[in-house]
């Protein structure tokens, strides 16, 4: 059994009076240690597919486990702590938090964690800074920093509470070519040295080379899967 | 950097209008309590003199006076203790006339032991051998052997800058002419309520320059029992009824709560004015902070995909809200009282201006009321949020 088990699972939007399906009873398995690439064409699914492996969404039908998890199960209350714990969230517009530091960014998800006092934060902050090559910039603020350094931030953001899991939603799809290679090589070495999962939604097909495994999406199923 | 932490830097993320938010709400405020104030000093002016004491004035109006014969008449009335008379002189500072406080020609030797219990003397020029009559505080015995001579209350002295022994002038308005006093002795209130920005002074003085056409305008007395006050007030007008100058007999209190029923229903209409200006002020904050937080709807779903619960998020909007308004009340509400109490802003006919605390804890309770009801609705769409909606983005 894989470390996230998707088993037939559908969900579909409510827009006004229409039902819009996006995914059909897809199935997927990604192990621990993967990095495993979305790919499709825009509306297949790829981004849904992935909040819901995030638990920010809930499937129409059908299950998704994680670590043995039922996350449609959960309720919105768990299901918040259980991402605080397991996930970490990288978007293709990074979503920092503009009024605060990089350092304070990278700070957010440690504040969920119980019994961590300031100090504890700001040295595991630092340290997820250091990871990503931004130690330097911790007193900077988003606005201060280019895109790839800003997604270097997000990353950190995503590696500091210690995830096995990291879902990527177009990462580089903001970056230009240089700034896209280095988040992706950082990826890359989060996925080779610190044993993560990554699940990683791409557009382009020289990040999904990235990957282990690329998976495509069409109409909300899957189409290939491949290594 | 903790939760309140992040309620401070998002405040002060836009800070213009922070700033014109909070100023706004310091605004209304300040008026809330300003306007409550007035209402206060007018409750507060009720309660101006006792219920103990008895005030006998002309039946037909305040406005005509009484004749000085009706003294010895009250003071004869078995059960009667102690009368004293006093009438209000007017006046003004020729060199600045809208400088105003109250003036009373009095009966020294039997006013000042009237009030012994809600004032005293705190300052005297020296007596150089004079005497005061008997009963009467011997600091007083200056005043006592100076026909123009006036006491003046501490806060009045003290804002004019006043020096004992030094004259002032006056231009009389009910009594013509030029009206030199001179200060003699500086008196401090025992009951707030009685104030110090009085001037007392020989009522002799007043009879003798307007050429003996001064009468008296109220006389005050002490029943022996109080419980008989209505009684005796009741013996004196009947005493008078038929008389040139039949006379209308009640409380002190209630004397004094005739002047504040002069202004109908004004305080009523102050108070939904300052209630109107905290609504209208709290409908700019509510539709401020929601303009606030709908900005911000994708850093609440990115809050909420990092893991804060819905609570969390409801409480770092709502106290957005209350640090905003409760500090700005707070500051309001306590400038009104400041100013209202110490810089001697004027409400003609009444002395002191008093802001009670509970008029400034109301204030503060209405701050925190529209820090609650701004912040509500914005802390509950936040908490509420849909992360995939917010973050508008469906692959």
Redesign the interface.
């Known amino acids: 059994m894989g470390q996230i088990e998707v088993m037939n699972v559908r969900k579909v939007?409510r827009r006004d009076r229409f039902e819009v399906p996006?995914l059909d009873g897809l199935t997927l398995s990604v192990d621990e240690g993967e990095f495993v690439a979305l790919m499709?064409p825009?509306?297949?699914?790829?981004?849904?597919l992935?909040?819901l492996i995030?638990g920010?969404?809930q499937p129409t039908s059908g299950s998704i486990q994680v670590e043995h998890v039922d996350t449609a199960r959960l309720s919105?209350?768990d299901l918040?702590?259980?991402?605080?714990?397991n996930v970490g969230?990288i978007?293709?517009l990074y979503?920092l938090?503009?009024?605060?530091t990089a350092q304070?960014n990278v700070?957010?998800?440690l504040?969920?964690v119980k019994g961590m006092n300031?100090k504890e934060?700001k040295e595991r902050a630092k340290h997820a800074l250091d990871i990503v090559g931004l130690g330097e910039r911790a007193d900077h603020y988003p606005r201060q920093l280019s895109g790839g350094q800003e997604q270097r931030v997000a990353i950190a953001?995503a590696i500091v509470t210690d995830p096995r899991l990291i879902l990527a939603?177009?990462p580089t799809g903001d970056l230009d070519k240089s700034a896209a290679d280095e988040i992706l090589e950082l990826l890359a070495k989060l996925n080779s040295d610190f044993r993560k999962t990554i699940v990683m939604?791409t557009h382009d097909p020289h990040a999904a080379q990235k990957a282990h495994r690329l998976v495509h999406l069409d109409k909300g199923v899957l189409s290939t899967a491949g290594a | 950097m903790a939760l309140l932490g992040m309620v401070w830097t998002n405040l002060m993320r836009n800070k213009l209008r922070t700033i014109l938010t909070w100023l706004s709400v310091f605004v209304a405020l300040f008026l809330f309590v300003l306007l409550h104030g007035i209402t206060d000093t007018l409750t507060e002016s009720t309660k101006v003199g006792s219920e103990r004491r008895l005030v006998t004035r002309n039946k037909i109006s305040l406005v005509f006076p009484l004749p000085l014969s009706q003294y010895e008449k009250i003071k004869s009335m078995p059960g009667v203790a102690a009368v004293t008379w006093s009438n209000w002189f007017g006046g003004t500072d020729p060199v600045k006339p809208n400088d105003f406080y109250a003036r009373f020609a009095v009966d020294g030797k039997t006013y000042f032991p009237m009030y012994a219990s809600d004032a005293y003397i705190v300052q005297a020029s020296p007596a150089n051998g004079a005497t005061s009559p008997s009963g009467v505080d011997p600091k007083l015995a200056a005043f006592f052997a100076d026909r123009t001579a006036c006491v003046v209350g501490e806060k009045l002295f003290l804002s004019h800058k006043w020096k004992l022994g030094q004259t002032i002038h006056l231009t009389g308005t009910i009594y013509p002419g030029a009206w030199p006093f001179v200060i003699r002795a500086v008196y401090r209130s025992k009951v707030r309520a009685f104030g110090e920005e009085t001037m007392f002074f020989h009522w002799d003085y007043l009879y003798e320059r307007s050429n003996r056409q001064a009468q008296v305008g109220i006389y005050t007395f002490s029943p022996a029992d109080p419980s008989q006050a209505a009684a005796i007030g009741k013996r004196v007008d009947a005493m008078f009824e038929n008389s040139e100058a039949a006379t209308h007999t009640e409380t002190e209190r209630a004397f004094s709560a005739g002047f504040v029923s002069m202004w109908g229903n004004i305080p009523f209409v102050i108070r939904v004015i300052g209630l109107a200006v905290a609504f209208s002020i709290f409908l700019v904050a509510a539709v401020t902070m929601m303009m606030a937080i709908r900005e911000r709807t994708n850093e609440f779903a990115v809050l909420k995909t990092l893991g804060f619960e819905d609570g969390a998020i409801f409480a770092v909007v709502l106290l957005e809200a209350g640090v905003l308004t409760l500090s700005a009340g707070l500051a309001g509400s306590l400038l009104a009282k400041f100013l209202l109490e110490k810089s001697g802003l004027p409400l003609p006919g009444f002395s002191t201006m008093i802001v009670h605390w509970e008029t400034v804890a109301l204030g503060l309770g209405l701050a925190v009321l529209m820090g609650l009801v701004s912040g509500i609705l914005p802390a509950w769409q936040a908490s509420r949020l849909r992360i995939v909606d917010a973050l508008r983005k469906v692959g």
Request: hydrophobic share 35%.
């Open positions: 939007y996006v499709g825009s509306g297949s699914g790829k981004t849904t992935l909040n995030g920010i969404d919105s209350k918040a702590k259980w991402r605080s714990r969230f978007f293709q979503n938090m503009p009024v605060l304070q700070e957010l998800p504040l969920l300031g934060r953001r939603d177009e939604v």
